[in-house]
């Protein structure tokens, strides 16, 4: 192909689907390197450090790639702390980042000697009654002001003056701190900042850390600067503090009008709150981030077939050999993806619904203008790198598909294509 929109590297998109078949998750290191890059550089004045976070592509040989460029990981499971030592990720370089999970994982990430995220009250009162001080750990704070910030309904100052100082609750419409604390199940909220307290001097926990979590991705630099400012006010109250994590959520386009906030921007922010905040501590933190769409979703792409054109007399339907098995977001978040025909490029654009073969509704995109597409044309699922396959099911018992790494100018298989053996390896067939 002529057109390099539809080249990674070089290589012709057809001539790799030619070889490893479709569907097919297909990444470009380049992008990714490009990306770790600009994030670094975007927070290179900061002493900072970049944990990939794995749910978002779980695939050994993006973590090892990642793992080159001097990443590390940030886990949700026990199992993907198991994949990091597998690759040589020291435990040092991991950080277990569990959500509602039963308290032998977290026992079992301590004597894996990774670092510990802790999200709820009760699980943090478990952790201080069998290891007190004896080993470090991060709790995980939501601060949800940053949506109501956004829509114009709290005070960033009455909040964080009561999340705390709960006696003052007042200060607060209690419509606000209802809101606020309910709007995730992710992290410990700012409402029970009180009960942290209380528990942390009860069992002498040593609290070395405090992550940041939004329930909401990274919209405007405003809403970043504020959330900073609470959870260093926060982090204050730790004598032990060696590190503030403020995971992931900083996107990038989905839609050609996406309007996605500047990573040098977020860097100066940071950078400014940063150095005020070690003054007034006195030395000198770690600031951690854990992102994974923003270095992994423009590198990858998900290529499917177009094997049935059909007309309700109404739509267009384009019908491919994949679907929410394959990609989920579409169908569960509303997920913009944008879709291209490569292979008839200059064809007259039409409009159409592209649908995935699953029996259910599979809607990929709906009302798109596409170069007019045939049959066998391949069709192009952009921004698929991240929490794309990891994602992926079995549902109509059909397979996962294949994924491809282009690197150093060749397309290098790292996961095979399912079949019908593996759909079936797991299960006891009963006598009767």
Known sequence: MKNYQYNLQKLDLHDVCAKFGTPLYVYDADIIKKQFKNFTKAFGEIDHKIMFAVKSCTNLSIMKYMQTLGAGIDTVSIPEIKMGFNLGFKPEKIVFTPNVVEFCEISDAVELGVHINIENLQTLEAFGKKFKDSYPVCIRLNPNMLSEIESGKADIDSLNFASINKEHYDEVSKENVVAWHNQSKFGISLTQFDKILKLVKKYNIRINGVHLHSSH???SEEV?????????????LFDHLEYVNFGGGIMVKHHPDDKVVKIDKIGEILKKEYDKFCISIGKKIKIWFEPGRYLLSESG???AKAVVLKTNGFINFVGTNTGFNHLLRPMMYDAYHQIINITNPDGKLEKYNIVGNLCEI????THRMLNKVRQNDIIMIKNAGAY?????????TRPKPAEVLIINGKARLIRKRENFDDLIHNQIELDF
């Open 301 to 303: 792409c998900l290529l």
């Open 388 to 396: 794309g396959f990891s994602m992926s099911s079995n549902y109509n």
């Open 217 to 219: 991705v990274i919209l």
């Open 362 to 365: 599979d809607n990929i995109g």
């Open 224 to 236: 970043f600067e504020k959330g900073i400012k609470t959870v260093f006010e926060i982090a204050k």
